[in-house]
């Protein structure tokens, strides 16, 4: 069935620096790549929706410029957390569907962040 | 706007006992609505769907109906075993998204012990 890897699973990083976190399609091609963003005991929330070629959808409330996402491939997008502080600790998942028109999402295992 | 309410855990059962995990919506128009379950270490899985009122969703054992006169998509399973022990999310995608954006419920962690 259709795989979804996230890297890294989980990171640690200085407050002030950059991450990038990876999300690829192993073996299906994604033309639509999702990112959400989980805070503990609560609900996952959707970030942005990323279209290979173009730029990103970002939802009400999240910062583009803190939260890049690019989906330069059909396999690959990626979402770099600029000038990251304690605040955007937390659980990042991202998702991917075959087809614009497909609502059945494979997701990766998540990646946690923790700013100290 | 759109949202998902699902009991909170976590849910402690004896294996073969009967599970009921509640979840209730808010949504315009006619939702898709689906369970997910996440096992330790790995994404998110598909579990079951409903796309249509009074359509069942089944899967593995695990039933949820789409019951549009209470909003409600609740989950169950007539005996667990020790290998349903994981976290639960009951998800929405509405009809103006084009059924992609997925919203999700907190997530209710089930502990199955032998």
């Known amino acids: 069935g259709a795989v979804v890897s996230q890297h890294p699973s989980w990171v640690i990083c200085k407050s002030g620096t950059s991450v990038k976190i990876e999300c690829r399609s192993l073996d299906f091609q994604a033309t639509t790549m999702f990112w959400y963003r989980q805070f503990p005991k609560q609900s996952l929330m959707l970030m942005a929706t990323s279209n290979e070629g173009s730029k990103a959808t970002y939802e009400q409330g999240v910062e583009k410029d803190k939260f890049l996402i690019n989906h330069a491939s059909l396999t690959l997008s990626t979402l770099t957390v600029t000038s990251a502080h304690p605040e955007d600790s937390s659980f990042y998942i991202c998702s991917a569907t075959i087809s614009s028109g497909a609502n059945v999402l494979t997701f990766g295992a998540g990646s946690r962040l923790t700013v100290l | 706007g759109d949202s998902v309410t699902q009991m909170e855990g976590p849910v402690t059962l004896s294996e073969e006992a009967f599970l009921t995990i509640n979840c209730t919506y808010t949504a315009t128009g006619y939702p898709s609505l689906f369970w997910y379950v996440q096992y330790p270490g790995e994404g998110l899985q598909l579990l079951l769907k409903?796309?249509?009122?009074?359509d069942k969703g089944s899967n593995k054992g695990f039933e949820a109906t789409y019951r549009k006169e209470t909003t409600s998509f609740h989950l169950e399973k007539g005996s667990v075993q020790v290998s349903d022990s994981a976290v639960y999310f009951c998800?929405?995608?509405?009809?103006?998204?084009?059924?992609?954006?997925?919203?999700f419920g907190t997530g209710t962690r089930l502990l199955v012990s032998p």
């Open positions: 998800a929405l995608s509405a009809q103006n998204t084009g059924f992609q954006k997925l919203v």
């Open positions: 409903a796309t249509k009122a009074d």
